[in-house]
């Protein structure tokens, strides 16, 4: 069957943990502390700490991030389309991606493969969607009230762990143990990608492409 590889890539959106989350500073008690001022220091301590790990994790939280860029990679053409917030908005990426399902289900049908995608990047796509008002496909669940979603999507990596629950396997790691991965002389991590595209685009891009790829190859070992 024909098929299109994706991934997608967030940037965290700080102001907006501010914005949704509040830390209870009453809750920070310490019978030890007598001096007034002692005691304040610790509550913004905490409350620094607090802060500091919602903003640390929220290029994973679809209410504090958003969707910078998605990559696509079309085997049978060779071909990478690349789209991100360097060139586009948000909610035009978003719209892309839904159109690029539309178009999948019409025809000839187009698997849609990726990595995690099942917890991570749809959901993602979806909750965005919803928050910046794009309208999403009735048909990207199996049916309208399924908590299945539509079989063209195929999270490799479900497939990979034998879709045991919780079971997480790394993308770079599999594609070592297949004897596929890719150079990667950009030294980039995911959760930096975001600096990157906004300072060092070149190598952003290469860093996805080399995602794309490498789950690509994985899919054909694996005889998808």
């Known amino acids: 069957m024909n098929k299109l590889i994706f991934d ?14 509040t830390f209870d500073r009453d809750s920070v008690k310490d019978n030890r502390i007598k001096d007034t001022a002692k005691l304040e220091a610790k509550k913004d301590e905490k409350e620094a700490d ?11 939280d679809p209410l504090t991030c958003e969707v910078c860029a998605i990559g ?13 917030t360097n060139d586009l908005e948000e909610s035009t990426i978003l719209e892309r ?7 999948s289900r019409m025809g000839t049908e187009r698997l849609m493969i990726g990595w ?17 008002g794009v309208k999403i496909p009735a048909f990207v ?10 079989g063209l999507f ?4 479900k497939v990979w762990v034998c879709n045991k629950y919780k079971e997480y396997a790394k993308l770079e790691r599999i594609a070592k143990v297949l004897g596929v991965a890719q150079p990667r002389e950009h030294n980039i ?20 492409k080399d995602d794309l790829l490498e789950c690509a190859l994985i899919a054909e070992k694996m005889q998808y």
């Open 8 to 21: 997608i890539e967030t940037k965290p959106v700080p102001e907006k943990v501010r914005e949704l989350y």
């Open 50 to 60: 607090f802060f500091a790990n919602k903003e640390e994790k929220a290029a994973l």
């Open 72 to 84: 696509y990679y079309f085997p049978k053409d060779d071909k990478y389309v690349i789209n991100h």
């Open 97 to 103: 991606f839904w159109d690029t399902f539309s178009e």
């Open 116 to 132: 995690n995608t099942h917890e991570f990047d749809l959901p993602m796509l979806l909750i965005r969607s919803r928050i910046v």
């Open 141 to 150: 669940y199996e049916t309208p009230m399924s908590r299945y979603f539509n």
């Open 154 to 157: 195929v999270d490799l990596m």
């Open 189 to 208: 991590q995911g959760k930096d990608f975001w600096k990157h595209l906004e300072n060092d685009t070149e190598n952003a891009i290469q860093y996805l």
